[in-house]
C-alpha cells in the first residue's frame, strides 16, 4: 500500500466516521493541505436557512462561512446514513474554504473540490461522487415543495475551529 493509498483510506475512514461539523471541517483543510498544500486558520462557521439552490457561501475578505442549515436538514430527514450527511456537508465547506484560500473562479474551484475529493476519498467515494455530480442529486426523488417555515436566525457553531498556538 502507497503512501497515497494510506492518507486515502486514512481520509475515508475519519469523513465516514465525523461526528460534528468540526470534525468534517478538519478533514477539509487536511485534505487541502495534503492535495494543494494551502491552509487557512481562524475560519467561522455559520448555519443559516438559504434558498435551496444554495449550499454554502463565504464572503471574500472574512473568516466566515456560512451553511445552508435547511438543506442539511432535509438530506439528514431522507438519508439515514451519517457517511452521506458527511460527505455531503464537506462538499460545500470544502468548496468556500478553497474560496476563502483566495480562489475566485467557481469553474476552478468545482474543478478542484473534484480533484481533492477523489485524491484523497477515490473515485467511488461519496464524497467525490457528490463533488462530481453536485449535492442535489442526494435529493432526487425527495419532494422539495414550498417551505413555509419560518426563517429562523442564523447561528454560530460552536467550537467549530480549535485555535491553536501558532498560525500556519
Known sequence: MSSSDSSTGNFQTRLDTAKSYAEVWQIVK?????????RRSSMMLFLDDLPLQLGAYHTIGTNNIVLNRALVEIVEAAITSKRIV???VYNPLLHE??????????????????????????????????????PWILLRGVPLGPVS????????????????????
Open 149 to 168: 417555515a419560518p426563517k429562523r436566525v442564523m447561528e454560530i457553531v460552536k467550537d467549530f475551529e480549535k485555535a491553536g498556538k501558532y498560525i500556519v
Open 86 to 88: 458527511n460527505a455531503l
Open 30 to 38: 487536511d485534505t487541502v493541505a495534503f492535495v494543494l498544500g494551502g
Open 97 to 134: 474554504y478553497l474560496h476563502a484560500l483566495g480562489e475566485i473562479s467557481e469553474d476552478k474551484v468545482r474543478r478542484r473540490v473534484v480533484g481533492v475529493a477523489a485524491k484523497c476519498f477515490g473515485e467511488e467515494h461519496i464524497a467525490t461522487v457528490i463533488a462530481r455530480k453536485t
